[in-house]
DNA sequence: TTGTTGGTTAGCCATGTAGCAAACTATAAC
DNA sequence: GTTATAGTTTGCTACATGGCTAACCAACAA
């Protein structure tokens, strides 16, 4: 469990790239070799293979030899790590944002009870609060 | 559109350092000034204000200057636009995985068939296919 | 066995990134 | 007005990254 997150920094790093990019979003329509997933790409093959194998430290891509070929696959594990961490991101944000709606409307209560000077002062921090919709 | 998908290299190149995701977790709880962001880190103003601006660029944090403070807050559309990515990708992966299932099933069903010569050889394509369940 | 294919290693270069210290600016606070 | 505070700008290192060529190895194929 505590092996989780130091992967964080190397597959938001390997992610960050265009072309690790492409090469996951191919990786997720099927297992491919190297050379078949080099071939969209203008570039050197050796080039290539350091993002190959940036993709394998950061977890995200497992490889294996048969014969001459090298078989790329994806490993969603790491995919889905990187997912958790931003879905625990979403949530604290929106725990917040309740609390600032709840709180707005505190705020709100109390200045129209200051104006109105009798009226219910009561039931204040009460709201569903809600957020999502996507 | 065509705007969001350049962000997302910076997005995440940018979520690749810790001390930028312990920001935006920091962030996750309410605005700071960058002072208050800084203080938890054992480094340099400078050095630190480099992370915020990585991350201003990214699109992940804005910040507005009222008299000598700098406040920072998490502008939220970013991090969407980078969860969304991976839930894009795991849809096409998942969506995949059942194909396979279904594949496999299919294979199955036919050995079978081909073993006792007379059975339901219909209905091979059907499948409720939910994956989930991590 | 002699190519050819598919990948790998080694070495090079340009650029980008993460850190520092030092000096500077602009707003409070006294 | 002087001083402290909160950032900012300006160099400067060191190292990581992304790309290349050239040479190399290990399976097939002929």
């Known amino acids: 469990m505590a092996n989780q997150q130091p992967r964080l920094d190397q597959v938001f790093a390997a992610l960050a790239d265009p072309t690790r990019r492409a090469i996951v979003m191919r990786l997720c329509a099927g297992e491919a070799s190297v050379g078949e997933l080099a071939e969209p790409f203008d570039m ?20 294996e030899k048969s014969g001459r070929v090298r078989t790329c696959r994806l490993s969603p594990e790491a995919l889905v790590g990187a997912e958790d961490w931003f879905q625990h991101q979403r ?13 707005v409307m505190k705020l709100k ?23 999502k919709g996507t």
């Open 91 to 103: 949530a604290i944000w929106e725990a917040r944002l309740d609390r600032f709606e709840a709180y």
């Open 109 to 131: 209560q109390e200045k129209a009870a200051a104006k109105r000077p009798a009226k219910t002062t009561e039931k204040t921090t009460n709201k569903p609060s809600k957020r």
């Open 44 to 63: 050197a093959l050796p080039s290539f293979m350091k993002h190959i194998h940036v993709l394998e430290l950061s977890g995200l891509v497992q490889s």
